[in-house]
């Protein structure tokens, strides 16, 4: 069974400060997508990453894939109330199912 | 226009009955999902259809029967409710089965109760 561990679990930070989540596997993906759901919706698609090494930018936001292909992280410059939710990853091992993260509860303080 | 779309939002019931959740997506999508996401917010598959046809069961009791009457419904319906089947359920939808990296769009959720 793949699992894929995030860290940390909850963040509550201050409005204007930079954060980084992290997404890790023992085993290797073929790719990985970000997710952030809110309160009382579904998650919604932030980005996807399918190459080692790929670092992918959306605005604020930067998605880094590790060389080894088993890691992924997320990080957020100047942090918004906006950016409150749950962020989670999800990779693909190879077959026809995404498997997905622990999740990261993130609170912005204004 | 909602694109992935669960009726209902919140379903409250005993222990014991039966029920059933209905989903349907507006996306033109081959392939449609059932979630289960716990109280501790991990989100886990346990269905997934591709042009009708089952193409992942995550051994998941059998008391859980998912129904795809067309690519555009998939149908979750649960017999004999138990207290541990309280959690809330996303159907999701994308263009192609996710082993070709295609984004997943989720519904709303249902939030289940079993009391």
């Known amino acids: 069974t793949q699992l894929l561990e995030q860290s940390p679990q909850f963040l509550s930070i201050q409005e204007g400060e930079n954060l980084t989540v992290y997404c890790n596997s023992s085993s290797v993906f073929s790719s990985l997508q970000w997710y952030r759901q809110e309160p009382g919706e579904g998650p919604v698609l932030l980005v996807t990453?399918?190459?080692?090494?790929e670092v992918k930018k959306l605005k604020r936001l930067t998605f880094q894939f590790g060389d080894a292909r088993k890691d992924s992280s997320l990080h957020i410059t100047a942090a918004q109330p906006g950016d409150t939710g749950l962020y989670l990853c999800a990779a693909n091992f190879g077959n026809e199912k995404l498997t997905f993260g622990t999740g990261t509860r993130l609170t912005i303080i204004p | 226009d909602t694109a992935v779309s669960q009726t209902p939002k919140y379903l409250v019931t005993q222990m014991g009955n039966d029920k059933s959740i209905k989903c349907e997506q507006n996306l033109g999508h081959d392939t449609m999902y059932w979630y289960k996401q716990d109280s501790k917010k991990f989100l886990k598959i346990m269905f997934s259809?591709?042009?009708?046809?089952?193409?992942i069961n995550e051994t998941v009791p059998n008391r859980f029967s998912p129904k795809s009457p067309d690519k555009a419904h998939l149908n979750l319906h649960i017999n004999s409710l138990e207290l541990g089947d309280s959690a809330v359920y996303f159907c999701?939808?994308?263009?192609?089965?996710?082993?070709?990296?295609?984004?997943?769009?989720f519904g709303p959720g249902t939030r289940l109760t079993v009391l």
């Open positions: 999701a939808s994308s263009r192609a089965p996710s082993g070709s990296y295609n984004e997943q769009f």
């Open positions: 990453v399918v190459t080692g090494g």
């Open positions: 259809y591709n042009n009708k046809e089952l193409i």
